[in-house]
């Protein structure tokens, strides 16, 4: 993986037509570098997936720019925006998101089988790391909450990604695991210059992270309790 920061300019995102429009993302600018964890909390409705959902080249804006390293966004065909978050985006949702039939082990395999991937890390090795060795044979349903929000982050992590959007991690875990786990995914950030955006609620692991900004009506500003 090669380093790569993320910026939005001015990014709109605008659903509907006519008088019938909802504004998403209201001329946001961003900028996370690598090796930095930026949190983004704010109430349901605020546009916060949707931020997540621009910069990691799900949904296009409806104007403005995104760029991941010396990419544009904006400016990749369907089929190109799928290749680029296969090689450069790793997305962790709220509950895990596993595969039901896999093994531990075998969900971090999974992602290494939709196409080339330059230089992946060992799955094996990165279940050591965040603390699953032990349970590589382990099913989804054979796994507390945390244990499965671990794997997910691994498995996000396998393929090296310059990129990772990290949506309410916590939201189904206690006060510790929810340290534990968002601990981890400030450490995998920093240790491997990822660039981490993290929607959350959770104001109490905000200290993990570097910055935190809050997104009100898709408009995003500084939050009052930014450890910036």
């Known amino acids: 993986m090669t380093e790569q920061s993320l910026h939005l300019e001015d990014a709109l995102l605008v659903h509907g037509d006519g008088d019938e429009t909802v ?13 930095e964890i930026v949190a983004v909390v704010g109430p349901s409705g605020a546009g ?5 959902a621009v910069a990691g080249g799900l949904t296009p804006p409806t104007s403005g720019s ?3 390293g010396g990419t544009e966004l904006t400016g990749l065909s369907r089929r190109e925006l799928t290749s680029f978050r296969r090689r450069n985006v790793g997305f962790v949702f709220q509950t895990g998101n596993l595969v039901p ?23 094996r090795e990165l279940l050591a790391e965040v603390g699953m060795d032990h349970k590589a044979g382990r099913r989804p349903h054979q796994l507390s909450g945390g244990e499965r929000q671990r794997v997910g982050i691994a498995r996000a992590l396998v393929t090296r990604p310059a990129l990772l959007l990290v949506d309410e ?18 450490r995998e950030t920093r240790a491997h ?14 200290h993990h ?10 408009r995003l500003g500084a939050a009052a309790d930014s450890p910036a």
Not at 48 to 52: D, E, F, I, N, V
Not at 169 to 186: K, Y
Not at 209 to 218: F, N
């Open 23 to 35: 504004t998403a993302l209201d001329h946001v600018t961003l900028t996370v570098e690598p090796g």
């Open 48 to 52: 916060k997936s949707s931020l997540l």
């Open 66 to 68: 995104v760029r991941v």
């Open 101 to 123: 039939a896999l093994t531990a082990l075998d969900q971090l395999r999974l992602p290494l089988t939709f196409g080339k991937v330059e230089d992946p890390r060992d799955p």
């Open 169 to 186: 991690p916590t939201a189904a875990l206690d006060r510790q695991r929810s340290q534990d786990v968002v601990g981890l995914l400030a």
């Open 193 to 206: 210059g990822v660039v981490t955006v993290m929607v959350t609620h959770d104001r109490d692991v905000l």
């Open 209 to 218: 992270c570097d910055r935190v900004y809050e997104m009100i009506d898709g």
